[in-house]
């Protein structure tokens, strides 16, 4: 695949402000390693219809900027750390069910 073994997906989380050199550069690291880019854009609760397509509108930028590499785009509302983390958990509990259980098994014995 890539030179880099391993690394399947990059989760790049996103604000309004995505900087054009930023994106390049991720896009350099994905090519290399042969990933898919996650872009995670970091709302405010929504408000409408207009939301959901403006949000929309800013990943299809951000995905454009990186040309050739494989994007998956995702929304989530709120701040941006509990949003980030939100997202790993369900990640991590939709793609390594055995993680997840034994994650839970030690929270609970704690």
Known sequence: MG?????????VPLTDGADE????????VARGAGSVVRLLYIRPLPSGAASEAESASHLDAAASSLGDIPVERVVRFGDLETAVLGFQRFCIHRSRPDVARLKIRQRVRA
């Open 3 to 11: 030179t880099t073994p391993g690394v399947r997906r990059l989760l």
């Open 21 to 28: 050199a930023t994106l390049q550069a991720i896009a350099d």
